[in-house]
């Protein structure tokens, strides 16, 4: 077992970048996971996806040449076992990216799998039961001349019709053609790529589904190796894309190997990390206007080593994401996996947390495998121990996303999710297929801080829908379902006997007193609201307990001091519970 401890002293900076030890320790070994990459020149991918349903992600490692995928089912994080799924026809051979979703909607994962050398393989699931589906469905069962391989693939609702379609980046040289197969909707699929614009293939590495510029259709970013220039594809609602790639500014020219994307700085809109060779890697921030600056350099994320797998990711709950890169390759001196610390400012700090870990790490996934609300990191080495970083956790909140789309894919793909807590605002968005060949967890984990109540959630559902969750409990999963939307000040059975006391002294000017009795159920909040009906502070109450006292300084969530005016003390979710109005004066 090997820990490697986050900890931020006093002694490295002035003011801590985390606020407490956040501890990442190697558990692969100790939960039964026994697998090496090998013979994969240029590595490989892997899943972290909860693919059987019950409610644990699970690991898919993608195979070397003489091998199978190695599938672990996750036995409620005490152990991972190795699976041996009936896959019908499952080839032994080098694959390259594996991919879980429902690309036909009946509410269970269908397999993507992507070879090296050989014709790619689709296997449909019902109920646990899995077929090969390959030639019925209308993906290729002979490999074209000359040979190419499968390098990349990412799912994606690019024509907004609630069914998941697939991109897959072909690399070889003397092989100029993308994939891009449409869901027809009848469990098979047209290969659209070059009516839809998007066939050009120079050397694809990586590829991602997201809805940069925010008008609801999911937009196509891929990373190409060699200098070939990366391809940013704009959908333009009618089943076909613009290259956008010069004018956007995402258009660089490198050896592009992994991309992770998310909201970095905080500005409500998402921005992409490329990983590069030595020469340096690449931070585009999403300027709102359909561009993007490269400030990798100057957010002090530029690494200069040999890079592949990379991830956005809140490491300690804190609300901003944080950066994993892995680093691989055959030098010296370039095997370091960095876990750079988002400092708030739209920049990062870097720290070599893995220290002495001199894997040639590739494909890597972000999931949470202990169900512990805190992000663990799965990595793919080649010729290396396949290793998972358990996330130890800390004092910060957190709540876990799970999405069920209706209307949309049933997997709720493209979604793009905003939260609010503790006056701050959070985005996060679903993929499946970004990184390095890699798939991330269906179930987003957003970090809150210290703030003890979400006061929204707001969804934007692929094909434009948005619904708004208000009043959400932190420290817990939470389902939604397209079109089912919660109530806004949710009852809780057995709370409505609650008494609330008149706010003592009042009018004040330091602080005042009020005392509730009654007994209080699971996550209950004081919420105290201005005179315009604003949210301005909450206290979480104990539970169970019959009586109590709270006392208000009259400053909001963030400590800042409120201005002189009425303001009114209520019991979230309690409909016979009194508000109380106080008078604040400076």
Known sequence: MRAVALLITAALLASPVFPQSVEFTDVAADLGIEHTDTGNFYGAGLSFRDFDGDGWDDLSLTSGANETLAIYLNGEATSFVHASLALPGLQVSESEVVLWADYDNDGDQDLFVGYKAIPNQLFRNDGGVFTDVTAAAGLPTEEPAPLHRTSTAAWGDYNNDGALDLFIGNYGEGWDKNDLFRNNGDGTFTEVADLAGVGEARLPFAVVWADYDEDGWQDLYVGNDRDRGNQLFHNNADGTFDDVSRESGAGIVMGAMGIAVGDYDGDLDIDFYVSNTPVGNVLL??????????????????????????????????????????????????????????????????????????????????????????????????????????????????????????????????????????????????????????????????????????????????????????????????????????????????????????????????????????????????????????????????????????????????????????????????????????????
């Open 285 to 586: 921030r999403n300027n709102s206007d359909g561009t993007f600056t490269e400030v990798a350099e100057e957010a002090g994320v530029s690494v200069n080593q040999l890079c592949w797998g990379v991830n956005f990711f809140d490491a300690d709950n804190d609300g901003d994401l944080d950066l994993f890169v892995a680093s691989g390759g055959w030098s010296e001196g370039s095997l370091e996996n960095i876990l750079f610390a988002n400092l708030g400012d739209g920049t990062f700090r870097r720290y070599l947390v893995f220290e002495g870990y001199a894997y040639s790490s590739f494909g890597t996934a972000i999931g949470d495998f202990d169900r512990n609300g805190y992000p663990d990191i799965a990595i793919l080495n080649t010729d290396d121990p396949f290793t998972l970083w358990r996330n130890s956790g800390g004092p910060n909140h957190w709540l876990r996303i799970d999405l069920e789309g209706t209307t949309s894919n049933r997997d709720a793909i493209g979604s793009r999710v905003e939260v609010y807590a503790g006056g701050q605002a959070y985005v996060r968005t679903t993929h499946a297929g970004l990184s390095y060949k890699s798939q991330h967890s269906h179930t987003l984990t957003v970090g809150v801080g210290l703030a003890t109540l979400v006061d929204s959630l707001a969804i934007l559902w692929p094909g434009g829908s948005r619904e708004v969750h208000y009043n959400l409990g932190i420290d817990r999963i939470h389902h939604f379902t397209e079109g089912v939307v919660t109530s806004t000040s949710p009852e809780i059975p057995g709370q409505t006997n609650i008494t609330l006391e008149p706010a003592f002294p009042n009018p004040f000017s330091a602080a005042t007193s009020l005392r509730w009795s009654g007994a209080l159920g699971v996550n209950q909040i004081l919420a105290v609201y201005d005179v315009m009906g604003r949210r301005v502070h909450t206290v979480a109450l104990p539970r169970g307990k019959m009586s109590g006292e709270i006392t208000w300084d009259g400053r909001d969530s963030q400590g800042r001091l409120l201005p002189s005016g009425i303001y009114f003390f209520r019991l979230e979710g309690v409909t016979e519970a009194k508000a109380r109005s106080v008078v604040l004066l400076r």
